[in-house]
């Protein structure tokens, strides 16, 4: 019996050696129309993007690709299918523990992908979503300035320029309180140091300050650490 026992549980180490584990990430899903193409796993390491895996999709378009996570941050799929054409072809997202599920067309690959499984995803979009209504504004008055059969008087681009300012400011201003509002959120020292770093560095010390523990000691939490050391 004691032999039996030994076995079993050797057994049952063996079984868990290379399984899941609390960090690991499983990326699954389906691009919808695809035939054929390559799709890479990939994230950014240093400062060089890289692949971690790819797969080889031939018929029905799904894929899965695992990682061990030191953190959650950015991943991307980047799409070869091989058609000459790199326009749409790289899917960003933000990546955590557990499952995330993918799905998305092979004509519009990183537009309207839904994705689920990633609450710092959601929290990414959420930020993105009101961002664009700052980007927005910005292309109307560029457009106002542009769009008109007489020349603008000094005043009127003042004016223009005066509106510009303040609407660049008021998403400055969004994205430090967004951050600061989700200090426990993976996403915001990522806002932080790639979104708005050239930010008064006041603001981007007050975010590094407010950060949970474990948001702090994440790969954004550090690199944003290491940025405002570099620039006091």
């Known amino acids: 019996m004691k032999k039996i026992l030994t076995s079993f549980l050797v057994l049952a180490f063996l079984s868990s050696c290379g399984g899941d584990t609390e ?3 499983t990326v699954r899903g389906k691009i919808k129309g695809l035939k054929k193409g390559t799709l890479y796993f990939q994230h950014v390491k240093d400062t060089a993007l890289v692949s971690i ?20 941050e950015l991943f991307y799929l980047y799409l ?26 092979w004509n519009t690959f990183d537009l309207n992908a839904k994705i689920v499984g990633s609450d710092s995803n959601d929290k990414l979009d959420e ?6 209504e700052v980007n927005k504004r910005s292309l109307e008055i560029m457009q106002t300035a542009s769009n008109t059969e007489n020349p603008l008087t000094a005043q009127e681009i ?5 509106m510009n300012t303040r609407n660049i400011q008021r998403g400055y201003m969004y994205a430090i309180n967004f ?21 008064n560095i ?11 523990p474990e948001v702090a ?16």
């Open 127 to 132: 930020f993105r979503k009101n961002m664009s």
């Open 158 to 162: 003042d004016s223009l320029e005066f």
């Open 179 to 199: 951050a600061i509002n989700n200090k426990d959120s993976y996403v915001a020292p990522y806002i932080a140091i790639k979104e708005i770093p050239d930010a």
């Open 53 to 72: 895996d790819s797969l080889l999709i031939e018929g029905d378009g799904n894929f899965e690709f695992k990682t061990e996570l030191e953190s959650p």
């Open 80 to 105: 070869n299918k091989k058609d000459n054409n790199d326009v749409n072809d790289r899917l960003a997202f933000f990546g955590e523990s557990g499952v995330i599920n993918i799905t998305t067309n």
């Open 23 to 25: 960090n690991t990430m």
């Open 217 to 232: 000691a994440s790969k954004y939490g550090k690199q944003l650490k290491a940025f405002l050391e570099n620039r006091k």
């Open 202 to 212: 006041k603001y981007l010390d007050t975010i590094a300050q407010v950060l949970t």
